[in-house]
Each structure stands twice: as structure tokens, then as C-alpha cells.
């Protein structure tokens, strides 16, 4: 009954519900596509020299704040989403994975993190790009199976 109003609100008015789908998916479009930028010039930095490996380090250091932004915006708007259709999603096992992707998603993204810091102190571990490497292309992976899990949520409701 909290999110009663809310709900009630958002189903009645298609521009409020398309105005924060539109949210959530730009805020999606913005934090996954500088993510996937980000990972692919992983993926290309791992087979190049250690000029253009420090380079990427600071590439990498220059994504955290757009992709925190854009995952932000995207938490605030399903929030929204879910406040609006609580009892039918609460129950969804597709709810329930796309959740389960997303933390994978968030705990991977520290992971990425922890490692370029590592990597600053010592730019030449071949451990350390190694594991960059491997992060980055679960990452990859995640973005691509929550956004798939998201499709799937929204043919299902």
C-alpha cells in the first residue's frame, strides 16, 4: 500500500512510464557503453606494449565516474520500475536473475577496479593484465546478460 500512489500514477500516464524507461535504458546505454569501451580496450591493451598499457590505466581511470553515473541513474529509474509493478516482479524468477547478473555486474566492476590499482603500482605484471583481461571479458559478458535479462523482464510482465 506504500507504493500504492505511485504505481497507480505511473500506469495511468504512458509519459511517465515511457519517460522513465527512456532513464533507465539511456542510463544503461551510458554506463554499459563506456563499460564495453572500456573492456574492449582491455581486451586490445593486453597484446600491446607497456607504453600504450599506461596509457590505457589512465583510459581506464577516466570511465569509472561516467559508468558510476549512468549505474546510478539506472538504479534510481528501476526502483521507480519496481515501485510501480512491486507484486508481479517481486515473485519473477527473470526479476530475480536480472538482480543476480546485476550484483555479479557490480562485484566484477570492483574487481576491475582492485586490479587497475594493483596495475598503477606495478604496470608491468603480466599477473595483473592478465587478470584485467579476465575481468574485463566477464564484464563484457554481464552487460550483455543484463541487458538480455531486462528484455526478457519486460516480455515477461
Not at 563499460?35 to 589512465?58: K, W
Not at 546510478?72 to 519473477?92: K, N, R
Not at 592478465?130 to 554481464?142: F, N
Amino acid at each position: 500500500t506504500l507504493v500504492e500512489p505511485w504505481a497507480r500514477l505511473y500506469r495511468d500516464s504512458s509519459t511517465l512510464e515511457s519517460g522513465v524507461a527512456f532513464v533507465h535504458l539511456g542510463g544503461l546505454l551510458a554506463a554499459g557503453g563506456f563499460a564495453v569501451a572500456a573492456d574492449r580496450g582491455t581486451l586490445r591493451a593486453f597484446s600491446a606494449g607497456p607504453e600504450r598499457r599506461r596509457t590505457h590505466l589512465d583510459d581506464l581511470a577516466a570511465v569509472h565516474r561516467p559508468v558510476l553515473i549512468g549505474l546510478t541513474v539506472v538504479m534510481i529509474s528501476g526502483l521507480l520500475m519496481l515501485a510501480a509493478d512491486l507484486e508481479p516482479l517481486a515473485t519473477s524468477i527473470t526479476f530475480w536473475i536480472k538482480m543476480g547478473l546485476v550484483a555479479l555486474l557490480l562485484g566484477n566492476g570492483l574487481g576491475l577496479t582492485r586490479t587497475e590499482q594493483r596495475l598503477r603500482q606495478d604496470p608491468d605484471s603480466s599477473r595483473g593484465w592478465t587478470m584485467l583481461r579476465r575481468l574485463s571479458a566477464v564484464s563484457l559478458t554481464l552487460w550483455f546478460a543484463v541487458t538480455l535479462a531486462g528484455t526478457l523482464l519486460t516480455n515477461a510482465s
